[in-house]
């Protein structure tokens, strides 16, 4: 039986639920699925700025583990396997380029050890192809340098499904028992609830088809869900008051779970808005969202091609842990995030894949050149659209960063420096940039009374960030104040004193 998968397909009989084919042992059979990876990762660094500065949720993950910042405020929702995935850079260097590279790097390794587990149970070509296809989204590029849970979700998705075809092709794979506990581990250590849908429909059939039913595999899933759970939910209990109270909790800050048709939220947000809340702004041109309603057309014919060629469960398993990824951000939730929907895309991207390959090989041979030229040209329009969006994500992306650290300089320059406490508008990041804790006295991030906050605006270097439009809480009327940008620095009394000498 199969212990590894190489390049050239010969069928072999199985009496498993979907047979996986026999492949010889050779090295040169990893060379297209690395090319993928390296490629990406090269794009990462080339598009998306090293030096772009950390955004708001990179803020709250990276302080978590920062050498130079104290830890932000973390939410119910938030899990901390990002966070200890960028540890090894984030504990004792500031560099953002630096971890900017790392991630990329640790990026393209996911994406080719991911792509690794279905060579075999599809054509070479077919395998390759998804990864092309998934990490030229113009999503997955952006978010896979950046210290954010979501791509590491859709990785972990794409290798659980293919492991867990794996093991139910050949009970002997032993690697691939290891790899489905593995992987379910990393979508737990990453987003537990994500990972409850990824894999329902794994489940389902584990408990409810007999044909399906392999004890050691399902056991395999529960272990690695527990395991990349634990911390989770042991946090759940000591910070915030028991399981159920978590997950009300991250319900109320994702604005209510229940029905909710986001899908027009999302199609929104693929013009580069990386979070669409509230989501207002008009639908992006055809050409940019076209890609998005071709994916179930192409998702449907693969389906039927597997059909045809009697490898249904293999195409039909990925479709439907697509669909239960993609059904709390399409249908659940008041806001969208184009991050949010990477493990579907991740997970579509094989069945449409086999699809394009289908269609550029189906017909005559003296047509096929043509049918391949005109698949080229499409990808090619594809691409294009894809990076303009991009760099416009980048640069508007790039833009706002550099605004917080220019307001964190001027918070240096009046004298709040560590160790000190930001509060008020956009406090989060510009604290982290600061190197100042972040503290707020109401809404999703709130972590101290007021009355608290003025005690330790006494003693220790305190700034309120207001809107240059709005104006201050009461408490800190009486503060001096100073523009900075769009911003009002208000200053308390214990930088006043600091001035004083």
Partial sequence: M?????APLVPVESRGPTPIVRTPRRATGQVWPAAVAVAFALVQLALVRPGMGLGWDEAVYVSQVSGHAPAAFFSAPRSRGVSLLAAPIASWSSSTSLLRVYMALL??????????????LFPQRVVVLA??????????????????????????????????????????????????????ALLAWMRPTDAVWVVLPLFVLLLC?????????????????????????????VSFGGLDARLADASRIQGGLGWNIAVLDQLRGLGGQTLCRPCDSPVPAPELIA???????????????????????????????ATT?????????????????????????????????????????TWRPV??????????????????????????STAGRQEWARTAAELHRLGVRPPC?????????????????????????????????????????????????????????????????????????????????
């Fill in 209 to 237: 088809v007999r044909r399906w039913r392999r004890p050691r595999l399902f056991a395999a899933l529960v272990a690695g869900l527990g395991s990349g759970a634990v911390g989770w939910v042991a946090e759940a209990y």
């Fill in 131 to 184: 990864g092309v296809l998934f990490a030229t989204l113009w999503v997955t590029v952006f978010y896979g340098p950046e210290v954010m849970p979501n791509y590491w979700v859709a990785i972990g998705a794409l290798a659980v499904v293919g492991c867990f075809l794996r093991a139910q092709a050949d009970r002997h794979d032993r690697a691939a028992l290891w790899g489905a506990g593995v992987a379910a």
């Fill in 371 to 396: 049918a391949v030229t005109l698949a080229a040209l499409v990808f090619a329009g594809h691409l294009a659209m894809q990076y303009v969006v991009l760099e416009d994500t980048v640069a508007r």
């Fill in 421 to 501: 406490v930001v509060n008020g508008h956009e406090a989060l990041p510009i604290g982290f940039y600061a190197g100042c804790s972040s503290a707020q006295t109401q809404g999703h991030n709130a972590s101290i009374s007021q009355a608290d906050l003025l005690r330790t605006a006494q003693r220790t270097p305190t700034a309120t960030l207001v809107p240059e439009k709005d104006g201050p809480p009461g408490y800190a009327r009486d503060w001096p104040s100073h523009r900075a940008g769009d911003l009002r620095i208000h200053l308390g009394p214990a930088v006043r004193a600091d001035s004083r000498g």
């Fill in 107 to 120: 990026s393209g390794l996911g994406l080719f050890l991911a792509l690794r587990v279905w060579r075999g």
């Fill in 325 to 365: 990824a993609g059904i709390p951000y399409l249908f659940m939730i008041g806001y969208a995030a184009p991050r949010f929907l990477l493990p579907f895309y991740a997970l579509l991207a094989i069945p449409v894949a086999d699809a394009l390959v289908h269609l550029v090989t189906t017909p005559r041979r």
């Fill in 291 to 321: 890609w998005w309603f071709a994916l179930p057309v192409l998702a449907a014919l693969g389906l039927a091609v597997a059909v045809r060629g009697r490898r249904t469960a293999r195409t039909l398993l990925p479709l439907a842990c």
């Fill in 2 to 6: 199969v212990k590894t998968l190489s």
